[in-house]
């Protein structure tokens, strides 16, 4: 480890983080890690245990922090330690290690319509009611109690004392109780990966995740309309798509809560997944995807956030036009968008992250990821402005060899 205290190291790796952001030239590229199962995979156990079995999914995360040694990581136990919580709320958009894939498969989403296209009036009337009443008891048993809640907004006085009979009703018991231990087995996994990330901090590991947002067209093809769904919404009913989306900003806005600054880390997840080349045409994407998103981004870069947002997939083509958000305020973390060009068009606007191909980590050899490294930090890491990472995230199926060369090279090589 670095010859300096838990709290030196800390401060430390966190302005370095934070002076690539202000696209400042610093001592040397930040290496940042993001892994699902990884560290599992590191530390011998299987990908079900990590779910399951908090002490050793935090025993196998700090392993491999202390391995690598990155100037930042995401705290990826809220997505990984959460195998309970899911089987409590009997949550059916996921299948996860020992429920519904092997033992050791990282878990999927399921790609389904889970709200109807005739259902956006019901969306834009009254969000919260539609998700309570519809939505939610589609994507997750215990959210089926939901169906017997009363209707408090039908009525005042009388009408509403006499609704609370509903609460009376057995199943609407039997689910709040289910909620109940779904609630308390998420409770376990957020207190313990806040204590988890107190104790990182001592060691002088900042982390570089601090809340989620998403693009709004995502929200509806990920989670609602499915991704069928949400094509044939661009023809069949833009305008209803275009308002939905347009609530779901304020939405998002109103969620973001005091969880950064609580944590003291400001960035902001925005992962994407349908506005890349070879899903939607120039003009889709300057129609529906680019304009909400970009909205987003300028909310949070007001809230004194930093966006970081993950372009998944190759999005060289919409380059020129990702440039339009304030200089050294945001991150763009790129899978497959050569990071040359990535520099080329946005190296005076926004720090760039990535994008060692999760290919060269399963396959290649130690040396082949170290000459890989290489050749970024000695050009898009140049003047500042870049951190390095893998493409989309460490692979869970990476060699242990190859990780180590990716998270020494900012150590060997000077931008």
Not at 46 to 71: F, G, H, I, N, S
Request: charged share 25%; net charge negative.
């Amino acid at each position: 480890m670095d010859q300096l205290s838990g709290g030196g190291l800390h401060a430390e790796r966190k302005r370095r983080i934070a002076d690539n952001v202000a696209l400042h030239e610093t001592d040397r590229v930040p290496f940042t890690l993001l892994a699902h199962f990884w560290p599992a995979k590191l530390a011998d156990i299987t990908y079900q245990e990590a779910m399951y079995d908090m002490d050793k999914l935090e025993d196998a995360t700090r392993q491999a922090l202390r391995l690598v040694e990155p100037d930042g990581y995401a705290a990826m136990q809220l997505m990984t330690g959460v195998g309970p919580t899911l089987e409590a709320m009997d949550y059916r958009q996921l299948t996860w290690p020992g429920h519904g894939t092997d033992a050791n498969s990282c878990f999927q989403y399921l790609d389904q319509e889970y709200m109807t296209a005739d259902e956006y009036d019901d969306y834009l009337f009254d969000p919260t009611g539609f998700f309570m009443y519809k939505y939610l008891p589609r994507v997750a048993g215990a959210f089926k109690t939901f169906e017997y809640f009363p209707l408090l907004s039908a009525g005042a006085a009388w009408k509403i004392i006499g609704s609370v009979a509903s609460f009376a009703n057995p199943e609407l018991i039997k689910g709040f109780e289910q909620l109940v231990e779904s609630g308390k087995e998420m409770a376990t996994v957020i207190t313990r990966t806040v204590a988890f990330i107190n104790e990182m901090k001592e060691e002088g590991y900042p982390i570089i995740a601090g809340g989620r947002c998403q693009a709004p067209f995502d929200i509806f093809a990920d989670y609602m309309r499915g991704s069928k769904g949400a094509m044939l919404d661009m023809y069949r009913c833009p305008d209803k798509l275009l308002a939905a989306m347009e609530k779901s900003i304020v939405l998002q806005m109103a969620d973001v809560g005091d969880a950064p600054k609580a944590l003291d880390c400001p960035y902001i997840s925005i992962n994407l997944h349908w506005g890349l080349d070879g899903f939607m045409s120039e003009d889709q994407f300057n129609t529906f995807y680019w304009p909400q998103l970009r909205n987003v981004i300028l909310q949070l870069i007001e809230m004194d956030l930093v966006p970081v947002v993950f372009w998944e997939g190759n999005c060289t083509s919409r380059l020129e036009t990702i440039a339009d958000i304030p200089p050294g305020k945001a991150i763009y973390w790129f899978e497959k968008t050569d990071l040359k060009t990535a520099k080329d068009v946005l190296g005076g606007i926004v720090c760039l992250r990535g994008n060692v191909p999760p290919s060269l980590l399963n396959t290649a050899n130690a040396d082949d990821v170290d000459e890989y490294c290489k050749n970024l930090i000695k050009t898009v890491g140049k003047g500042g402005g870049f951190i390095l990472d893998g493409g989309a995230c460490t692979p869970d199926e990476a060699r242990v060899e190859n990780v180590v060369a990716m998270a020494q090279s900012v150590k060997k090589y000077i931008n």
